[in-house]
C-alpha cells in the first residue's frame, strides 16, 4: 500500500476534488459494469411452483421456458453468465441422491436449453447434493454425519454430467475435502479439460442463506446445520487455508460466500493469491436490501453501491440477484 503525502491543511482541501462530477469521475478509483455480474437463477420442475419466492420478492422460480428467457436477457444486457440451481420435485428426493448425476435431471436440462438458446452466454452450475437429498444436505448422511469421501466421488459424477450438458463454469458449493482435486481430474480424464471450476472456497456457514433454500425447497428438509463443512463465521485464517488449499487442487477461480458480512475476506484473498476472485451476495442479504427497498427506507442506490464495495474489496465479479436490475441501471 502506498504511502500518501497530505500536505497540511488548507494546502490539502480533499474537497476540491469532489466539486463537480466531472472532477469526481477523474479520480473514480472503482468500476462497476455489467461484465462483472453472474446472475443465479432458480429453475423448476414442479407444475406450479414457478413464480414468485416470497422470502425473495422479485426473484422467481422459472419454467425451462423462463430460463430461456432470462438466457436472453442476460445476454442483451451484457451479463456474461448466468448460474443455474434447480428446484426439483420434493417426492423424487432420496437418501441416495441418484437424480444428482441423471442428464434429464432439471439442473442439466437447464444447462442444455440455455446453451441452445444462447451458446456464448457461459452457464455455471452448483454442484452439491442438496437440491437432490431428502435431507436437505450437500453431502450423503449416513448415521447422522456427513460423509466426506462417499459424497465427493457422487460428486464427481454430478459434475461430469454437467459437463456433459454443456456447462462452461463448475461451481462446487458442497464444501467437502478433496472435492476441487478430484473433479479435476476426471474433468481431465474424461475430455472436459476446459471446463472451468468456480470453487465456493470461503464458504461459510451463513445465517444469509435461508431464502435459497426456500427458493430450492429445501427449508423443511434440512436435518441439523451444515457446521460441520462449512467454515465458522469468525474463522478468517481457516478461510484463507481453504482457498489456498482450492487453488493447490486446481480451481480456476474462487468465492467468497456470503458477501457483504466478509468483504475482509474478498480483500484478503483477492491481495493474497491474486487469482480471478468472486463474491456471492447471498440470498438473505437480497432480501435484506430488496425488502428496505420495496418498503421505501433505502433507494435503489443501495444496491448499486453494495456491488461496487465487492469490486472496491477486489473482487472481478459477484454472483447477485440483483444482476438484470443492475446490468439495467448500468445500461
Ligand atoms: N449447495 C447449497 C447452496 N448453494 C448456494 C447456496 C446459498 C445461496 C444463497 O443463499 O443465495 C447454498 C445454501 C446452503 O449452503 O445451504
Known amino acids: 500500500m502506498a504511502n500518501p503525502i497530505i500536505a497540511p491543511f488548507p494546502s490539502t482541501r480533499l474537497r476540491r476534488m469532489r466539486r463537480t462530477a466531472n472532477l469526481r469521475a477523474m479520480i473514480s478509483e472503482t468500476d462497476l459494469s455489467a461484465a462483472n455480474l453472474i446472475w443465479p437463477i432458480f429453475v423448476t420442475e414442479v407444475a406450479g411452483a414457478e413464480g414468485e419466492i416470497p422470502s425473495m420478492p422479485g426473484v422467481e422460480r422459472l419454467t425451462l421456458d423462463g430460463a430461456k428467457r432470462a438466457a436472453e436477457k442476460a445476454a442483451r444486457l451484457n451479463i456474461p453468465a448466468i448460474c443455474i440451481f434447480p428446484h426439483s420435485d420434493q417426492e423424487l428426493k432420496t437418501e441416495s441422491c441418484q437424480r444428482a448425476w441423471d442428464p434429464d435431471n432439471i439442473g442439466n436440462r437447464a444447462i442444455r436449453a440455455i446453451k441452445e438458446t444462447v451458446p456464448e452466454l457461459a452457464v455455471m452450475t452448483d454442484i452439491a447434493l442438496d437440491p437432490y437429498n431428502i435431507n436437505g444436505h450437500d453431502g450423503f448422511v449416513v448415521d447422522g454425519e456427513i460423509v466426506n469421501d462417499e459424497t465427493v466421488e457422487a460428486l464427481v459424477k454430478m459434475a461430469l454430467a454437467q459437463a456433459d450438458a454443456g456447462a462452461d463454469i463448475l461451481g462446487p458449493s458442497d464444501m467437502m475435502d478433496g472435492r476441487i482435486g478430484a473433479l479435476r481430474a476426471a474433468l481431465e480424464l474424461e475430455g472436459h479439460k476446459d471446463v472451468a471450476i468456480l470453487s465456493y472456497a470461503a464458504k461459510f456457514a451463513s445465517a444469509f442463506y435461508g431464502p435459497f433454500r426456500d427458493a430450492v425447497g429445501a427449508s423443511g428438509r434440512l436435518v441439523g446445520d451444515k457446521k460441520t463443512y462449512q467454515i465458522n463465521p469468525g474463522n478468517r ?37 491474486a487469482a480471478p476472485t468472486f463474491a456471492y451476495q447471498v440470498s438473505g442479504e437480497y432480501a435484506m436490501l430488496e425488502g428496505a427497498i420495496r418498503n421505501g427506507w433505502l433507494s435503489r442506490d443501495a444496491m448499486l453501491e453494495s456491488l461496487l464495495a465487492f469490486r472496491r474489496a477486489g473482487c472481478d465479479g459477484v454472483l447477485s440477484y440483483f444482476a438484470p436490475a443492475i446490468a439495467e441501471m448500468l445500461a
Open 237 to 273: 485464517q481457516e478461510a484463507l487455508r481453504c482457498v489456498a488449499r482450492d487453488l493447490t487442487e486446481g480451481a480456476d477461480m474462487v468465492m467468497v460466500k456470503p458477501g457483504m458480512p466478509y468483504l475482509d475476506i474478498c480483500r484478503e484473498v483477492k491481495d493474497r493469491f
